[in-house]
């Protein structure tokens, strides 16, 4: 048995044998550092309700390889780190913002329609005190020679002492004693008191209407102004702040600085509406009352002329004495 055992086949047979289990352990050796490095960088994915499929049989074990690599690691993707929202930088609130709030800087920098209605109220403020200087003037110097002439027809005697002592003046006193003067002349007849008186008393009023006329010139505008530039200034208002929002919006803030500028201007409009407003009003009632005093006035020297023409009507023909005058009035 011995011999047989040691023949030369039974130990190529081993040979062979020691020759493939060396083999398959070089081959079990070198399978795993194959596969770390050609990995996925994904692990596969399974299907549900499948299962891997089982083994057979155990892997052979691996026989150390000498000065073998150790495996790569794993490439794992690092995640992406979130960037913060950009933010867009901050409107330059400079431009936004007028260089100067005096007034006229105020002014310099408001919105074109806010300037035409500053112009506006600025224009009416300077008509009203234009009025109120020529309407004192005229009203005061109307006054004095009323009064002069007042005084010499009350004195009168007669409607000829009235005509020499007023003279032609121009003034409406001596168109009164003119206009009664001529009224004489133009009815001989004068037993028909009533009719003369009647006719006088018409003349004198239609008189007196111009004159009131007259002195009433101009003060309408100051009644206009007066009512309607607080209402100008409100429109400013309204409009200067409706840019002041549309400055807001644009700066996507409510800083007050942002918000004064418009508002400041709204309320300079304002201000130039209340000062074009109330003089107006105020100037307007003086001189309301200076022409009632005038036309009160004139009134009386009115009555003064109609009792003179009452005397001369009722005096006898030969007491009478006509004035050396002139045949018409002139032109109102």
């Given at each position: 048995?011995?011999?047989?055992?040691?023949?030369?086949?039974?130990?190529?047979?081993?040979?062979?044998?020691?020759?493939?289990?060396?083999?398959?352990?070089?081959?079990?050796?070198?399978?795993?550092?194959?596969?770390?490095?050609?990995?996925?960088?994904?692990p596969p994915t399974q299907v549900p309700g499948s299962s891997p499929a089982a083994t057979t049989g155990?892997?052979?074990?691996?026989?150390?390889?000498?000065?073998?690599a150790p495996p790569p690691a794993p490439d794992t993707a690092q995640p992406l780190q979130a960037q913060p929202p950009q933010t867009q930088?901050?409107?330059?609130?400079?431009?936004?913002?007028?260089?100067?709030?005096s007034p006229w800087g105020m002014f310099m920098n408001a919105d074109n329609l806010v300037k035409a209605v500053m112009i506006g109220l600025a224009f009416a403020s300077v008509v009203t005190w234009t009025i109120a200087l020529a309407k004192w003037l005229e009203l005061a110097a109307f006054k004095a020679r009323l009064r002069k002439l007042h005084r010499a027809i009350a004195s009168a005697r007669s409607l000829?002492?009235?005509?020499?002592?007023?003279?032609?003046?121009?003034?409406?006193?001596?168109?009164?004693?003119?206009?009664?003067v001529l009224e004489l002349e133009k009815s001989?007849?004068?037993?028909?008191?009533?009719?003369?008186?009647?006719?006088?008393?018409?003349?004198?009023?239609?008189?007196?209407?111009t004159v009131g006329r007259q002195l009433g010139r101009g003060t309408g505008i100051l009644g206009t102004i007066g009512a309607t530039a607080p209402f100008v200034g409100l429109f400013g208002t309204v409009w200067g702040i409706m840019n002041s929002f549309i400055g807001i919006s644009k700066a996507h803030t409510t800083n007050l600085a942002v918000v004064a500028p418009g508002i400041a201007e709204a309320l300079l409009a304002t201000a130039l509406g209340l000062a074009a407003?109330?003089?107006?009003?105020?100037?307007?009632?003086?001189?309301?009352?200076?022409?009632?005093?005038?036309?009160?006035?004139?009134?009386?020297?009115?009555?003064?002329?109609?009792?003179?023409?009452?005397?001369e009507i009722a005096q006898p023909?030969?007491?009478?004495?006509?004035?050396?005058?002139a045949t018409r009035l002139p032109a109102e």
């Open positions: 048995m011995s011999r047989q055992s040691c023949s030369p086949r039974s130990l190529r047979r081993r040979g062979a044998l020691r020759a493939g289990v060396l083999w398959l352990a070089l081959i079990a050796g070198a399978l795993p550092s194959s596969a770390q490095t050609q990995a996925p960088t994904s155990s892997p052979p074990t691996a026989a150390p390889v000498p000065n073998a930088p901050a409107p330059d609130l400079s431009s936004l913002l007028p260089r100067d709030l000829a002492d009235a005509h020499t002592r007023v003279g032609d003046t121009g003034s409406a006193a001596a168109r009164l004693v003119r206009a009664a001989p007849d004068r037993s028909d008191r009533e009719g003369i008186r009647e006719r006088l008393a018409a003349t004198i009023e239609r008189i007196e209407a407003a109330i003089p107006a009003v105020v100037i307007y009632n003086y001189l309301a009352r200076s022409i009632a005093g005038c036309k009160a006035l004139f009134a009386n020297t009115s009555t003064e002329v109609l009792n003179l023409t009452s005397r023909a030969e007491r009478r004495r006509p004035p050396a005058m």
